[in-house]
Each structure stands twice: as C-alpha cells, then as structure tokens.
C-alpha cells in the first residue's frame, strides 16, 4: 500500500476551498493507502498569525477534518510541530537544497509580495519544510493542486542530492496525485483569485461554519453580471464569478459544470444563486453538526491528536535518525 501524506496550514477556519480542493479528496484516499494527514502550524507561522489564538485554530482545523469524514482510526492524523522529526530533517533540507532552486519558488514570490526585506526567512525555507513534511514518512504520493507542483519538484531535487552527496539511495521519488483545476475556487468577490481562508475580506470565502444565513448572504452578494447563464461551458469564458459559481454548485452536487449548465440554461443569477445557496447549506450542515459535536469536547480532540502524533513519530523517528546518521552526526547515547 503506498504512503500518502498531505497537509494544511491552520491559518483560519478551512473554507469551501480548502473542502472541495483538499479536504473531501483526502477521505476516499483512506480506503486504499496509507494516509498520514497533518495540521502544518510550522508552516502557519511562515505568514504573519496571532499567537493567541493558533492553538485554537489548530484545534478547529483538526475537528474540522474528522467532521468531514477525516477520522483518526482509518489514518494518522496529528499537528505538525508535536513530531519533532519534521524540525530536523528541514535543517538539514535547509543545508541540502540550493538558493537558486529556491529563487525560482513562484509560491514565494506571490506571498512575499513588493517588500521581500521584511518577510520571514521561514516563508523563503517553506518548500524545504514541505520536503520534510513528506520524506521523513518514506511517503512516494501526494495529492497537489497546481500550484503545488513545483514544490514537489523541488522535494525531488531535494531528496536526490542528499542520496548522492550521502552515498545511500535513502529518500524514495515523490509522485505527485494531481487535481484537476476543476476543484479550484476561487473569491467570491473576485474570480480571478482563489478563495483563501487569510483573505481580509470574511466576503470573499464561505467558511465550513458559516451558517445557513451567513452563505445566503455571502452568496447573495458574491460577484456576477447581469447575463443569464448560458448553455455552453465555453461561452462563460471571459466571465470567471460566473464560472466560478457554476463550478461550485457542480462541485457539491457531483456533476459536471456542463450539466449544470443545462439544467440552468437561461437562468439569471438571482435564482442560481438561490439553488446554490441550498445546495451549499444542505451539504454544509451536517459537517457543521459534526464539528460542534466535536469542539464540546476539546479534551477528546487533544487526546486524539496526541495519538495521531504517536502513530507518526513511530514512523517518522527512524528515518530522520537513519538521515542524521548519514550526515554523519554523533548519534545520542
Ligand atoms: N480556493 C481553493 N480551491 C481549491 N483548493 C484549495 N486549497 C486552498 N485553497 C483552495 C487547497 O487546500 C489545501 C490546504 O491548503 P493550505 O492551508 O496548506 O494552504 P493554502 O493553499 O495557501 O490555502 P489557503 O486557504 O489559501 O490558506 P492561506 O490563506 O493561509 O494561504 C491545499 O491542498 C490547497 O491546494
């Protein structure tokens, strides 16, 4: 069974986004490899975060993912800086991996924005804690969107160099599981962005706990144009809020956009956005249920991330003490 690892950042509460692009992809992956899933508040800190309330957001985010079906008895699942392993061999990735190939990282570029001299060297060295994130568990899968891909690249790059400069064919090739484009959302207030859950504007996402008045309001005022809807995917080009609604509803109604499209031909956005608008909170609310269940009792979810941060140390603590050795470090006895 081959491993598979993915990870995502308790910068805020996860969004639509987050759920259709990532979080639903990573429950049916359970049933055929081995899944290891972790809360990356490593990566968290990389962005400008409020320390009084990351524990909280970590804790929210791991409910958030057992809610959707992410369940800890059918993989491991835990917080990122509770496995030291993923500290470690990210130093020595840090020391592996070449400035030139982290020049290169557009991620970087898009985040760090116009003032580069005040980013946090933290945010420059992400891809190299990614490349952690995944080598220290052996695992050769993970599901990307695009804008993952060269991160992977560079995790290759990362573990080839370090098997030729230490002699051993110690770290495994990453194959990336793409998903399609289809599953990006993007703002509601601008289809040119993704929806993001650190967007400043609470408007341009819909959160896993927004409640059925706050998506009828988001989605009421979410962009669009004064045409109706056409019955061709291509005709929406040039036209991406409109797009990007139609490719949510087909999302979480498991059609194609094309189908949604006939079946709304014609439409204005004022009745669209009303079916979506139920189509979301019928979907949405179980999730939500689940998640209060869960956040009632914080001292299950604590309990069991700390298992989960077992189960992955148990796999983790080998291979980073084997690298260490490889580099030559005096081992602790
Ligand atoms: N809008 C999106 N559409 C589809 N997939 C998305 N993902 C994020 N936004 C969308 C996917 O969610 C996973 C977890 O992402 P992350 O938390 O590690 O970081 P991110 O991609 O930077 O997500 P956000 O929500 O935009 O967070 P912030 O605002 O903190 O940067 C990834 O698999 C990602 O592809």
């Not at 909280?56 to 008895?73: F, I, K, N, S, Y």
């Not at 990122?80 to 400035?99: D, E, G, K, T």
């Not at 790059?157 to 090739?173: L, R, S």
């Not at 609604?245 to 956009?257: F, M, S």
Request: glycine share 6%; aromatic share 6%.
């Amino acid at each position: 069974m081959q491993r598979v690892f993915s990870g995502i950042q308790p910068s805020g509460i996860p969004t639509l986004g987050n759920y259709l692009g990532a979080i639903r992809n990573w429950v049916p992956m359970m049933r055929d490899h081995e899944c290891i899933y972790s809360v990356v508040d490593l990566h968290a800190i990389t962005q400008p975060f409020d320390p009084k309330t990351l524990a909280r957001q970590t804790r929210e985010m791991a409910a958030a993912l057992m809610a959707c079906g992410v369940t800890p008895d059918k993989c491991v699942l835990f917080v990122q800086s509770h496995v030291h392993a993923h500290a470690r061999l990210a130093w020595i990735f840090n020391c592996v991996a070449r400035l030139g190939w982290l020049n290169r990282m557009t991620q970087f570029k898009d985040k760090a924005g116009k003032d580069r001299e005040n980013v946090g060297a933290g945010l420059y060295v992400y891809p190299n804690l990614m490349a952690a994130d995944i080598l220290v568990y052996h695992a050769t899968r993970v599901p990307v969107g695009e804008d993952q891909k060269q991160h992977l690249e560079l995790a290759n790059d990362i573990a080839q160099k370090f098997n030729h400069d230490f002699g051993e064919d110690f770290f495994p090739p990453i194959e990336p599981i793409i998903q399609g484009v289809a599953a990006r959302v993007m703002s509601l207030r601008d289809g040119t962005r993704k929806m993001s859950k650190s967007d400043p504007s609470d408007q341009s996402r819909i959160n896993l706990t927004d409640d059925a008045d706050t998506i009828a309001l988001k989605i009421r005022r979410a962009k669009t144009d004064a045409e109706p809807l056409p019955a061709e995917l291509s005709a929406l080009e040039g036209r991406p809020e409109a797009r990007n609604l139609v490719g949510i509803l087909a999302a979480i109604t498991g059609e194609e956009p094309q189908q949604v499209l006939r079946a709304h031909e014609g439409q204005g956005f004022g009745t669209f956005k009303g079916v979506l608008t139920e189509a979301l909170v019928a979907h949405l609310s179980p999730i939500q249920g689940e998640m209060q269940r869960l956040l009632n009792d914080p001292a299950a979810v604590d309990a069991a991330l700390r298992q989960g941060a077992d189960k992955a140390a148990a796999i983790a603590e080998p291979i980073v003490a084997r690298a260490e050795e490889l580099v030559g470090f005096l081992p602790r006895r």
